[in-house]
């Protein structure tokens, strides 16, 4: 949605407004670079010190992160999200990996029940791009396409509240994900390059059966949770 100008009293609570508005709506989302201090000035018709003391003030409240150098980017979606991300970047890979398990679970068995044509198309396409980049041993693609399948299964729940939780963790799953990309020990501690088969689950989705799903599910993350230690 286009930024309004604003001209009123009280001009950084409003741009404050307008910020956390683009966020709200999902026209900046998580990930996204949001427009420079002086774009934000001109669209706004407000002062540079303004936006500057508004971004700061969000940054504050996690839902942006400053990168010098790079620019301002959008880190959560609400300030529950930006409490969560912070306290995510404390935690051990275990820990983060039994928030994922929890969430996945339900995630696989919702999607099982719910999920439309479309969403099947996208964990097949996810599934396809995965299975490229493990060929190709190219693991930055892989770790990629690997959590864009994740993100898929939790879009099938069709769950607008999990769908934000889950993106509310998303670097976290990310960083777990690239922390155990390169598969699991097998009986003599030796590492299986094969990695985690996927396609199961895909399976169990598209088959509508909901405990298989979940079991799927609950196999592959516990495999992720013997590779985390204790």
Same mark, same amino acid.
Request: glycine content about 8%; charged content about 30%.
């Given at each position: 949605?286009?930024?309004?100008?604003?001209?009123?009293?009280? #001009?950084?609570?409003?741009?404050?407004? $307008?910020?956390? !508005?683009?966020?709200?709506?999902?026209?900046?989302?998580?990930?996204?670079?949001? *427009?420079?201090?002086?774009?934000?000035?001109? $669209?706004?018709?407000?002062?540079?010190?303004?936006? =500057?003391?508004?971004?700061?003030?969000?940054?504050?409240?996690? @839902?942006?992160?400053?990168? $010098?150098?790079?620019?301002?980017?959008?880190?959560?979606?609400?300030?529950?999200?930006?409490?969560?991300?912070?306290? #995510?970047?404390?935690?051990?890979?275990?820990?983060?990996?039994?928030?994922?398990?929890?969430?996945?679970?339900?995630?696989?068995?919702?999607?099982?029940? =719910?999920?439309?044509?479309?969403?099947?198309?996208?964990? %097949?396409?996810?599934?396809?791009?995965? %299975?490229?980049?493990?060929?190709?041993?190219?693991?930055?693609?892989?770790?990629?396409?690997?959590?864009?399948? /994740?993100?898929?299964?939790?879009?099938?729940? /069709?769950?607008? #509240?999990?769908? %934000?939780?889950?993106?509310?963790?998303?670097?976290?799953?990310?960083?777990?994900?690239?922390?155990?990309?390169?598969?699991? *020990?097998?009986?003599?501690?030796?590492? +299986?390059?094969?990695?985690? %088969?996927?396609?199961?689950?895909?399976?169990?989705? =598209? !088959?509508?059966? *909901? +405990?298989?799903?979940?079991?799927?599910?609950?196999?592959? #993350?516990?495999?992720? @949770?013997?590779?985390?230690?204790?």
């Amino acid at each position: 949605m286009p930024l309004a100008s604003t001209r009123r009293t009280g #001009l950084v609570d409003q741009v404050i407004s $307008q910020l956390r !508005a683009q966020i709200d709506s999902g026209e900046w989302g998580i990930g996204d670079r949001i *427009p420079t201090e002086s774009e934000l000035s001109d $669209q706004l018709e407000v002062g540079r010190n303004t936006v =500057r003391e508004a971004v700061r003030a969000l940054a504050h409240a996690g @839902l942006l992160e400053i990168r $010098q150098g790079a620019g301002t980017f959008v880190r959560a979606s609400s300030e529950l999200g930006g409490a969560l991300r912070r306290r #995510l970047e404390r935690s051990r890979l275990r820990e983060n990996l039994e928030v994922r398990r929890a969430l996945e679970m339900e995630a696989a068995r919702l999607a099982a029940l =719910r999920h439309t044509d479309k969403d099947l198309a996208d964990i %097949d396409h996810a599934i396809a791009l995965r %299975d490229a980049a493990w060929r190709e041993g190219d693991m930055a693609a892989f770790v990629e396409a690997d959590f864009s399948f /994740h993100r898929t299964i939790v879009n099938a729940t /069709h769950n607008p #509240l999990l769908t %934000d939780l889950y993106d509310d963790i998303s670097q976290a799953v990310y960083d777990s994900i690239a922390h155990t990309a390169y598969g699991i *020990p097998d009986d003599n501690g030796q590492i +299986d390059h094969r990695g985690i %088969d996927h396609k199961g689950l895909a399976e169990a989705v =598209r !088959a509508g059966d *909901p +405990d298989r799903s979940l079991h799927e599910a609950a196999c592959y #993350l516990d495999e992720l @949770l013997s590779l985390a230690g204790e």
